[in-house]
């Protein structure tokens, strides 16, 4: 990168200048600092529009997905045209329309205990906009390693969190606010869950704030506090958050020396993941409505998902009143479950199976495949 600016750059970052905290000097950081994005979907993406606008000179992002319908509800980098095709590929054009000063750089892969210090290793600052555990896991361990701070956001609803781990500098790190991998299948993905999609472009705007002031070097940065959204409560608050002396990673005892480990490497997926669980596909699943169906099917979801979308046949027992219909439901015929997208049913068949229930099988990609194949 340059020293300094162009003409073109100068009357582009003319707001930038004229603030006193950022001026000329602080612009020539801004074109000479480089940042690393795990994601390029919800998060990812005002994060990453408002670093290129703001004229961070080299964006890296890390992303493996093509885009999908599901994803034009929050995904804000992407668009109608780019459906099928590489979320990177569509990032980069539209980054270098909103900013072809920046150097995109794209990393069309899944972040991994073996590529991610190589992959990271050239950037100032990596900002984690993952929507599962392991990865989030492994971005904070490999920006620990590599002594570059972590922002760090995450959704759920209505709801949404922002900060900076940075033990380096003094912080605390990810595993300070969770030690340990949740158990499986016990935390919704925003995939089962939901998120309304403005939620994310809040969140991500905040780590694109926290990025600039780490390159600027201005303000506070929130070592050890961790900024809360409520949209429905139209509130934040900001929670105190210490470094843990006994965590695995940065405490005074580390239990963990490589990015290698239980949390980094497990499947990216807060689903159960069991291999001997029978499972069906969609497909399969109309192929036996449609037949001599003896057996039960069973929606897990919530009475305001069935009430949006369902399948006839499908009998609705929420997966938190399950336990309590166990007796009601038939032992010698066939039940297949299904929910939104395979994660709350997979747990169903668990708890089925751990029951003495035999005849049990998951509706793979529930509602979600359900409905795409109906689309034209």
Known sequence: MGHGLSAAEALRYSRHLIIPQVGMEGQVRLKNAAVLLIGAGALGSPAALYLAAAGVGRLGLVDPDVVEISNLQRQ?????????????????????????????????????PANALEIASSYDLLVDGSDNFPTRFLTNDTAFFLRKPLVYGAIHRFQGQAGVF????????YRCLLPQMPPAGSVPSCQEAGVLGVLPGIIGSLQAMEAIKLILGIGQVPL???????????????????????????????????????????????AIANETMDTITTSELREILAGDFKGLLIDVREPDEHAAAHIGQARLIPLKTLPDELEN????????????????????????????????????????????????
Not at 226 to 242: E, H, I, Q
Request: net charge neutral; with cysteine; hydrophobic share 35%.
């Open 76 to 112: 804000i980098l992407h668009g109608q045209s780019w459906m099928g095709k590489p979320k990177l590929e569509s990032a980069a054009a539209r980054l270098r329309e909103v900013n072809p000063h920046v150097q995109i750089e794209p990393y069309p892969v899944r972040l991994t």
């Open 166 to 173: 940075a033990p380096h500098l003094g912080g605390p790190c």
């Open 224 to 270: 050890g506090k961790l900024t809360v959204y409520d949209g429905l409560g139209s509130s934040f608050r900001s929670l105190t958050l210490r470094r843990d002396t006994c965590c695995r990673l940065c405490g005074d005892a580390p239990e963990i020396f490589s990015v290698s480990n239980s949390e980094t490497e497990a499947a990216p997926s807060c």
């Open 329 to 376: 439901l038939p032992r010698d015929r066939e039940i297949l479950v299904h929910c939104k997208a395979g994660g709350r049913s997979a747990r169903a068949v668990e708890t089925l199976l751990e029951n003495g229930f035999t005849r049990v099988k998951n509706v793979a990609g529930g509602m979600d495949a359900w409905l795409a194949e109906e689309q034209p």
